[in-house]
């Protein structure tokens, strides 16, 4: 081999070294994150094992996590953890046991880490402040025939990053651990259904009139469509800003242009009149006349039970996903009366299950 060569060599085996120092640099940067587990409120789950995993960190959860049902996308808790910043996790694993179909379910998933990893480093501007904030936690969430959504959140943002499958599976009383031997007891998940602190007035009123929703629901609800909110408003008013949470799980402040989400089954509307006073609209997809005081005067912007058997799913899935609708809310802040249309080229349909209230 001629000395040229040679320096070829040696300069193309130094690059490459280099190039993976920065890609393992890049890789090891750190964040602050914590996890969490979520699960719809008419199929409560309770949690058996399970890890976020990182290279330098594992969020490892267990028994002590409980039966979970704070409903589809909502926090069920954090643990706090001795660790400051860690890296973004590489895989996921979990194992729960479904109260309502009686079977364990468990998987071991990767993920993708420069994509969670671009989430957390361009992070999002606060809607409120216009400061540029990020991510803070991953919320697990568990539904019924093993699926599994993951999702990134932080105040008032989340988002999903990943949808699994997991598989069934088989756990004795001998075989598990013991703290959570307890889920393998006789007639465990009957009694635990029997409680009357897991369920709320809502979601008994539910079950016991139209049954439990479709197991399969919560995979529907991630489909998306390409829809705006349109807001008509008397003269001299003003949007100023429009919060949505989707039955994905998913939520945000709406920008400006139209974009694929899922349907909304909550909107919030800061309206400005013509004397420059802020006014509050809510808006949430459900026939509930006791929801708002029992949920959202309370903080619990939980998807509604009923929302399933509301004429907004049905509406939605009349039209093209991919093309462009309009969500049009024609709201007088006098009279206290909101009207909604979904709109996709001649087209439109009024939209009846609702509730709003103007404050």
Not at 69 to 79: A, I, Q
Not at 263 to 290: A, W
Not at 322 to 329: L, N, P, R, T, V
Request: hydrophobic fraction near 35%.
């Amino acid at each position: 081999m001629g000395i040229s060569n040679l320096k070829l060599l040696v300069l193309s085996v130094l690059c490459s070294f280099s190039l993976i120092s920065c890609q393992n640099k890049k890789m090891e940067e750190k964040y602050s994150w914590l996890g969490t587990v979520s699960a719809p409120q008419e199929y409560p789950m309770e949690v058996y094992s399970g890890a976020i995993i990182a290279d330098d960190f594992t969020y490892g959860f267990d028994a002590i996590w409980g039966t979970q049902n704070t409903g589809w996308g909502n926090e069920g808790g954090t643990m706090n953890v001795q660790s400051k910043k860690m890296q973004i996790p590489h895989a996921l694993e979990f194992t729960w046991y479904s109260l309502i179909e009686k079977k364990f379910y468990t998987g071991k998933w990767k993920l993708d880490q420069e994509k969670i990893e671009k989430l957390f480093k361009d992070g999002f501007l606060d809607s409120d402040t216009g400061k540029k904030e990020t991510y803070r936690s991953f919320k697990i969430g568990l539904a019924p025939k093993g699926k599994l959504s993951l999702w990134i959140n932080a105040p008032g943002v989340q988002k999903e990053i990943a949808f699994f499958q997991a598989h069934d599976t088989i756990i004795t009383k001998d075989k598990a651990y013991e703290n959570a031997q307890y889920m393998l007891e006789k007639d465990y998940a009957d009694e635990r259904l029997k409680s009357d602190f897991l369920w709320s007035s809502d979601v008994k009123n539910r079950i016991s009139t139209s049954g439990y929703p479709d197991p399969s629901v919560y995979e529907k609800y991630r489909k998306k469509y390409f829809w705006k909110p349109i807001v008509e408003l008397p003269e001299g008013y003003q949007v100023k800003k429009i919060f949505y949470m989707a039955c994905n799980g998913e939520a945000d402040t709406y920008k400006v242009s139209a974009k694929e989400l899922a349907i909304p089954y909550y909107l919030s509307l800061v309206i400005v009149n013509p004397q420059g006073k802020q006014m509050g609209t809510n808006i949430f997809f459900t026939k509930d006349q006791e929801y708002y005081s029992n949920n959202i005067l309370k903080g619990n912007n939980v998807l509604p039970a009923d929302f399933d058997l509301m004429d907004i799913n049905t509406v939605f899935n009349t039209i093209d996903p991919k093309q462009e609708a309009d969500f049009i809310m024609t709201i007088d802040p006098e009279k206290k009366s909101t009207k909604i249309d979904l709109k996709q080229d001649n087209k439109t349909v009024a939209l009846k299950d609702f509730i709003s209230k103007i404050y």
